[in-house]
Nanobody
């Protein structure tokens, strides 16, 4: 069993920064990918960023490229999402997910999910 717990959400103004963190525990695989997804009100869950646990390879959605940075701490078993220059369009519930060994943006390939943390950006 894998548990994922997100933290760091909140309400900020456009142009501000936030840092989300996801703590993984339980029986995590040896090789896997950690991803961040988000779901805005009335919309589907979309890919934001992903990182492979062993090599640290990264992949970003075009909408956040250059503004968001994903990183991992293998000693603490955490994955962070640094979000800079936030826009009202970034308002969503952000979810951490654990996926396959290969870097992917495909939501269906992520087997484990956290409960989400809400991020609200005011204009």
């Amino acid at each position: 069993q894998v548990q994922l717990v997100e933290s760091g959400g909140g309400l900020v103004q456009a142009g501000d920064s936030l840092r989300l963190s996801c703590a993984a525990s339980g029986q995590t695989p040896t090789v896997y990918t950690m991803g961040w997804f988000r779901q805005a009100p009335g919309k589907g869950r979309e890919f934001v960023a992903a990182i492979t646990w062993t090599t640290g390879s990264k992949y970003y959605a075009d909408s956040v490229k250059g503004r968001f940075t994903i990183s991992r701490d293998t000693a603490k078993n955490t994955v962070d999402l640094q979000m800079d220059n936030l826009e009202p369009g970034d308002t969503a519930v952000y979810y951490c997910a654990l996926g396959p060994s290969k870097l992917t943006s495909m939501r269906a390939q992520y087997q484990h999910w956290g409960q989400g943390t809400r991020v609200t950006i005011s204009s």
